[in-house]
């Protein structure tokens, strides 16, 4: 007799490049795939070319495994319809694949005794992925991501915020420091090509000077009241900017 699927997907929104579409080893255990509609249910298991299209929650009830692959706006309604199935919770593990979310957004799920965890690809990474969550939670996603090549980074439950706050530093805090370097040279009259070349080259120095000495090596601002005072002339608030950044830069190197 062929032996169960032991997993199950529920999907909504554009999953042609989610990462359930990216987990190859899903289809080997795929069983139940449940959306807005048995239509939409359908496309997705078209897409995964796996899995069997389901009207009711209660079709998780064999799984061990269940994957969670919404938007953000839709997730309070499938937990709270999960909470509602009937479903024996005990021994199974919900992974949330979201870049931005996680298991807290499951801990009602875990209340009733399932394991939690979330999944996201690593940005900038096409093999490494940060899982959260419960043990048990967080070894079915090494299961489904596991191959050659594939890398995970582990952390514990609730503190992928930690995780996110990385990659606001490197990613929005990191953009509006180099729109403001843009807008500096800007100002002095230098061309947008060589601006961009001005800004790779310091770009590379300093990563390469954390890399090597860390917080000892922190080039602190030199001439800063002569900057703000040139700056403010042409653009009051990117002086404020630059004055406050700064502050902050200072204050956390020196009482870190």
Known sequence: ????????????????????????????????????????ASRISNTLRAGRPVVSYRDFD??????????????????TDLLAAGISWRGKSILLCSDWQDSSELAHLAARGASVGSISLVPGFDNLYLVEGDRAAILESKRLVGGRGTRTIAIERNLKPLYLAALTCTGSLLFALLLAASESLRHAGITPVLRTTLLERQLDRTLRAFLKGG???FPAPQELP???????????????????????????IEEG
Do not use: F, W
């Open 62 to 79: 064999s799984c061990s495994l269940i994957l969670v692959s919404v938007p953000s706006d839709h997730l309070p309604r499938v937990v």
């Open 1 to 40: 007799m062929k032996k169960a699927r032991s997993a199950g997907l529920i999907g909504a929104g554009n999953l042609a490049d989610s990462l359930p579409v990216r987990l190859h080893r899903l289809s080997e255990s795929l069983g139940p795939v449940k959306s807005t509609s048995l239509r939409v």
């Open 215 to 217: 917080r000892r090596a």
């Open 226 to 252: 002569r900057q703000l005072h040139t700056l403010a002339a042409r653009d009051a608030k990117l002086a404020h900017y630059l004055e406050q950044t700064s502050h902050l830069a200072s204050r956390l």
